[in-house]
């Protein structure tokens, strides 16, 4: 084994704040970090994504956002889809929620408490595994705690991430928890935004979300990432599935220098399902990176996953997919697809699939796709009179299209194609040219 | 002016592993306003490549000669200027777009021809009125218009759907590329009919094809022969009878 790694070793940006922690599980937290230290590429979970990115800041606690940023900020994104307005909402500042900017009517038969005053860390994280998670356990401030009572159809919720660092590189590790009660279901619709004119600063957002789904529930998960395009964001989410329950889920990364989707969604229960879906829209030089651990730890489950990348300019996309099945697991039925389209010769996709299979009666399959635009499709179009620049995103949003599809919720969906247009728009023929 | 389309002299070739391939060898040309012109030639003979090079395909480098399309340079242009312009390729595999929906597809492509032209763009209600003129005419579903562009389409309905894009792009030159191969003889009339609708002065058509059915109902006004790059026979629509009895080799001892 390693020695243990001096507290320097990649924890010098939040040294600080890690120090005169009296709280057990913190505590235990710190212990962690000062043991594994912030993840380098020599462990293996982190081989394709390094963290270099945050060497040389000091992250302090952040400060407050000047509220008319906040409120232009929401304007911004409400006011491309209605649907979205309407929809009851907890925003979260700079990692901490406000009473402000959030809908105090939760719909009947949800409950909300907040993480500041609930302290609860819940059972599923794993701080001894997860470097970023124990991090965030350190720091946690404030989150919230969403409950759904058995039975009870919640219908969708938002939950919105505004930052804004100001001056000063900040970070925020928000502790979020959802649990839904049996035969209960919820569409959790995760936005993460950033004000505009930021400041020169750059901040970490550090979420993590920890998901209890019992059994015949359903959970629909959808996440937009748009942090400022000097942050970093690193998310962990856990999801619990019992017998017949499922965790559905799209995450959409658009922002952020460095960014990272993690799931680890277990199957509990027989016939559970878990979706982890998601697309990638990345240019200049954004490292996005979607890694996923799918246990199948019950019969009869079933998994998918579909992720898409679109890359330009010098942009590096990370996909790490990994299903273990358990012996006690037969008829788990599996399937990965990981494809990436790469519209300039520098960008990257590195794609790690692992399947770890114990039981011996399985369906399981993946896949990986890397390629460029297909130039017969992109002449049709152009001898249509379409022009070039047109043409090529009309290509690129049909390939993401595909995936968005997979979404339920046609508010949601259409808000999710509204983003891709708008990302593809700003950069899918400046990308190009640059190639 | 008595020309829509001059070629003159056009050489092409395409790149190969062996390095370049002279298809085209000097192909001359003329289709004046209003006519519609077949050509016809054996396999391999460069009918379909002089389709992608009028259509302004990248494969193809053009080594010599030229295009006059109206007067204006037609080998200069990017494809979509020569669909503003008003030339139109019915492919003979039209290409088949997962994910982009018919209907939004032809939208935008009668749009951003019509931007071009300088005409007002169609809204939602005056695109959907056109179109459904122009299916019912080709007796096509409007199933076809919510699926995607060509995906699990049969040949037939590709070729019907290549037809309807004509209809609503308004071409003056439209190039058919053997739209009448694998269809059968309904598909094979209603495709003709499309064409016809459209015959006026100002429209055009240069079609490839093997079979003398689609010049049976079209009535061509010259047919060509081509074979090893060139044009080497032109005359009248007895031309295509002669074909259809004897074969091409008889031509190509002549040419030889």
């Known amino acids: ?435 | 002016m008595s020309e829509l389309l001059k070629i003159s002299g056009l050489h092409a070739s395409i790149e190969t592993e062996g390095g370049p391939k002279e298809i085209l060898r000097g192909v001359d040309l003329v289709i004046p306003p209003g006519e519609v012109h077949a050509i016809m030639g054996p396999n391999g003979c460069g009918k379909s490549t002089l389709s992608y090079v009028l259509a302004g395909r990248e494969d193809y480098e053009v080594t010599a000669g030229e295009a006059l399309f109206k007067g204006r340079d037609l080998l200069e242009m990017e494809p979509e200027e020569r669909a503003a312009a008003g030339v139109f390729l019915a492919f003979q595999t039209p290409v088949e777009l997962p994910g982009v929906n018919n209907a939004n597809f032809l939208r935008t492509a009668v749009n951003a021809v019509r931007r071009a032209r300088g005409e007002a763009e169609l809204d939602a209600v005056g695109f959907l009125k056109a179109v459904r003129a122009a299916t019912k005419n080709l007796s096509m579903s409007d199933d076809m218009l919510k699926r995607n562009v060509n995906v699990g389409f049969s040949g037939g309905e590709k070729k019907r759907n290549e037809v309807l894009q004509m209809t609503m792009l308004k071409p003056t030159l439209a190039i058919l590329d053997e739209t009448d191969s694998g269809l059968d003889v309904d598909a094979l009339k209603i495709v003709a009919e499309g064409v016809q609708n459209l015959r006026s002065p100002d429209f055009s058509a240069l079609v490839i094809t093997h079979h003398q059915k689609l010049l049976d109902y079209l009535g061509p006004d010259r047919v060509h022969v081509m074979a090893k790059g060139r044009i080497i026979r032109s005359g009248g629509p007895e031309l295509a009878k002669q074909i259809n009895e004897e074969g091409y080799t008889a031509f190509l001892k002549e040419a030889a």
């Open chain 1, 1 to 435: 084994m390693n020695a243990i790694t001096p507290i320097s070793r990649g924890l010098a940006p939040f040294e600080g704040r890690l120090t005169g922690i009296t709280n057990d599980v913190r505590a235990a937290a710190v212990g962690e970090l000062e043991r594994l230290g912030l993840p380098t590429q020599k462990v293996e979970a982190w081989h394709y994504t390094n963290l270099r990115a945050l060497s040389g800041h000091a992250f302090a606690t952040p400060g407050m956002v000047d509220e008319g940023k906040v409120t232009a900020a929401l304007a911004a994104l409400f006011g491309d889809t209605e649907a979205l307005a309407k929809l009851p909402r907890l925003v979260l500042v700079n990692g901490r929620l406000s009473a402000a900017h959030s809908t105090t009517r939760l719909p009947e038969g949800v409950s909300c408490t907040s993480f500041a005053t609930t302290q609860d860390f819940g059972t599923q994280s794993a701080p001894d595994r997860e470097a970023m998670v124990a991090l965030n356990t350190a720091l946690a401030e404030d989150g919230v705690c969403l409950s759904v009572g058995a039975g009870v159809k919640a219908g969708a919720f938002l939950l919105i991430s505004v930052a804004g660092a100001g001056n000063e590189d900040a970070s925020f590790h928000p502790r979020h928890a959802v649990a839904l009660g049996e035969g209960a279901s919820l569409t959790l619709f995760e936005l993460a935004v950033s004000v505009e004119d930021a400041g020169p600063a750059m901040y970490l957002h550090n979420p993590v979300l920890s998901c209890d789904v019992a059994e015949d529930a359903h959970l629909t998960h959808v996440k937009v990432q748009e942090e400022a395009e000097n942050a970093v964001h690193l998310a962990t989410v856990y999801a619990d599935v019992e017998p017949r329950g499922s965790y559905d889920s799209f995450t959409l990364g658009l922002g952020a220098v460095l960014a990272r989707h993690e799931v680890h969604a277990a199957l509990r229960g027989s016939h559970a399902s878990v979706h982890v879906n998601g697309a990638q829209i990345l240019g200049a030089r954004q490292v996005g990176d979607i890694t996923s651990v799918i246990l199948h730890g019950a019969p009869d489950g079933i998994s998918r996953q579909t992720v898409r990348n679109v890359l330009m300019d010098h942009a590096r996309a990370v996909f790490q997919g990994k299903v273990l099945v358990e012996r006690i697991a037969q008829k788990t039925d599996g399937y990965q697809m990981n494809q990436a389209l790469l519209l300039s010769p520098n960008a990257e996709i590195d794609a790690k699939p692992e399947l770890e299979i114990y039981a011996d009666d399985v369906k399981c399959s993946h896949g990986a796709t890397v390629g460029a635009l297909d130039e017969d499709q992109l002449f049709y179009l152009r001898a249509r009179g379409i022009p070039d620049d047109q043409a090529r995103r009309m290509l690129v949003e049909a390939f993401l299209t595909e995936t968005v599809e997979l979404v339920q919720d046609e508010a949601v969906r259409a808000f999710l194609m509204q983003r891709v247009e708008r990302a593809l728009k700003a950069r899918v023929s400046a990308g190009e040219k640059a190639a």
